[in-house]
């Protein structure tokens, strides 16, 4: 088990819950920030926002939510960081497509060559980070590769092209897409400024559930 996982486990949501009061009559607004690859993960959190007498808002700025969401390993663990649970980072065609990788090695050759057109994130992204270290591993991508802002935007540009790669989060794969490849698993992780308290520790704990 990696520093991180022990560092961040969710079960220390359950101490924090414990210590929070009732749920309130009037909602809190708790601020959000997500990550690209975490976004979906929103979903999580709009859906457990009733239950904890939360209104969810998005911050245009890490610096201005009460919690930012993330995916793999930060560039920094922080004293109140905790993990809500895991994402397949993966490689995905076209769902027509007759590419199928075998390994490692496979997807390091495909994605620095100029055999298929290959669609990227910044790679100060959190899924780019890990993709980068867990697939390149030093090797470097085609700089031919195609910059994508967003999962939708890469969805939709690999829904269009059959000769076209990239790299998703499981969660982000959509119907006219395949998986051809898994990068593997990476953590989806919560950083606050200070301790989860009230209506933020109890969305916290539902979203891990």
Known sequence: MSVVRRAVWAGMFLALAACSPLQPETPTPVVLYASSAASPWLESAYACAPQVGAIIRLAQSPADADARLMVGTP???????????????????????????????????????DEKTVWVFDHAEDVMR??????????????LARLATSPQEMA????????AVGVLGRRSVGENLQVVFSAGFAPVLVE???QPEGVL???????AE
């Open 75 to 113: 560039l920094a663990v922080t004293p109140f960081l905790y993990m809500l649970g895991e994402e397949e980072i993966v490689i995905v065609a076209h769902a027509g497509s007759n590419l199928s990788l075998a390994d490692v090695e496979q997807a390091q050759a495909l994605f620095a060559g």
């Open 201 to 207: 520790a109890l969305l916290l704990k539902c979203m």
């Open 130 to 143: 890990f993709f980068v270290a867990g697939v390149m591993r030093g090797r470097p991508i085609t700089p």
């Open 156 to 163: 939709q540009a690999l829904s269009a092209d059959k000769k």
């Open 192 to 194: 606050t400024t200070s």
